[in-house]
């Protein structure tokens, strides 16, 4: 029997790889003899770097940069020597999670360390660069990464702006000659899974200011620079990119990535799943298990989960899930290659408990199914 372990991680508890290695154990003491075949995922959140060196084999460098904020920050990023790419998390160095609640700004906070790591990958020698930007504090439409990689942005008065996205509405100039000019020679990829445009109701202040410290006044004021600034870089480039899909991302980086760096967008799975080569790993599979913290309705817009099961029902390989939690709409997803759900907790817990318990209660979890599973082809009810 061979059976595929493609998780992502659990949130503030296992990497992706904990995960799958913590199931693996559950199912191995049913069956000693399984070929199981652990493959990292994820989904170009956090964890996206970590998934893909694990599966590739890869090497984590450490750089320090900029936060969101101006604070230092030690940032981890991905190499795959062979092929010269890079990996870059955005979370790793302009993300949420280095905020505390009552420190999100969307007005102030700046992409300036994320491009600090493209120039450490640039520097290494990259020649494809994937870009994971889930999980941002920023709302500045990338305009502190391309600082970093000599962008300049003057005021009125030939002063350079301040960093953050409301600095944006008293931009007069911009100068591109100093812009790195490795850029054009790199091939980069946006691992997103949102097709929002930079400016308008549906776009990157409107849709995710919020979330990052905006009020309703400042998202008005943020859309209207965001928009200012997006009308200097046309006039700059000679073509105006602030409505292509994806360019509302993380706070418009899709836009600065889209416009200075002709990035493609892909969904994070995607990406992750063809480095990591899970289309091969499941051929020939008898089942196929995956899982997220929680899994529900949210999950059909290319998280993990969706994504493995796409992969696994083009080759009618079945599907088993196992996640922190099931919340609401999760048997949605059965129309859509999942075949079998399991919450993780087997009573009253505390999120606490269940974060410190994750890989007791993984084993236990993937033990019952495949005491399930065997006891189904016991009675004839499975092939496998």
């Known amino acids: 029997m061979k059976i595929v ?76 020597a062979e092929s010269h790419t890079a990996i870059i998390e955005m979370a790793q160095a302009s993300g949420l999670q280095l905020l505390s609640l009552a420190q999100r700004d969307a007005c102030r906070s700046s992409t300036y360390g994320t491009g600090e790591l493209i120039a450490a990958a640039l520097d290494a020698g990259a020649r494809r660069i994937i870009l994971a930007i889930g999980g941002s504090a920023t709302n500045d439409a990338g305009s502190g990464m391309l600082r970093a990689l000599g962008l300049q942005l003057f005021d009125a008065h030939g002063q350079r702006l301040a960093e953050g996205g409301l600095a944006l509405a008293n931009l007069a100039r911009l100068d591109a000659s100093a812009l790195d000019p490795r850029l054009a020679e790199v091939r980069l990829e946006v691992a997103a899974d949102v097709d929002n445009p930079l400016c308008g109701g549906n776009g990157a202040s409107a849709i995710f200011g ?53 990035a493609t967008f892909r969904p994070g799975i995607e990406v992750v799943a063809e480095l990591a080569g899970l289309e091969q790993a499941v051929h020939g599979a008898d089942l196929v298990i995956t899982g997220e913290g929680r899994f529900d309705a949210q999950t059909l817009r290319g998280k993990t989960p969706f994504g493995v099961a796409r992969i696994a029902q083009r080759q009618g390989v079945p599907v088993v899930v196992i996640a922190g939690t099931l919340g609401e709409g999760y048997e949605q997803l059965y129309a859509h290659g999942i075949d079998a759900a399991f919450a993780l907790t087997n009573g009253p817990m505390s999120l606490e408990q269940a974060c410190a318990q994750a890989p007791e209660l993984l084993q236990a979890r993937a033990r019952d199914i495949a005491r399930l599973w065997r006891c189904a082809r016991d009675c004839g009810l499975s092939d496998t």
């Open 5 to 80: 372990i493609a998780p992502d991680s659990f949130k503030d508890s296992l990497s992706a790889e904990g995960v799958a290695q913590a199931i693996g154990r559950g199912l191995t003491e049913i069956w000693p003899q399984a070929h199981v075949v652990t493959c990292p995922m994820a989904d170009g959140g956090e964890g996206t770097m970590e998934a893909i060196v694990a599966a590739c084999q890869g090497e984590v460098r450490q750089q320090q940069v900029q936060g969101p904020l101006a604070e230092p920050v030690l940032a981890s990023w991905g190499w795959l």
């Open 210 to 262: 919020p979330q990052k410290g905006a009020s309703p006044e400042q998202v008005k004021a943020l859309d209207q620079a965001l928009g200012h600034f997006a009308d200097h870089c046309a006039r700059l480039l000679g073509e105006d990119v602030r409505d292509f899909p994806g360019c509302g991302a993380a706070g418009g980086m899709g836009f600065a990535a889209k416009a200075f760096m002709q």
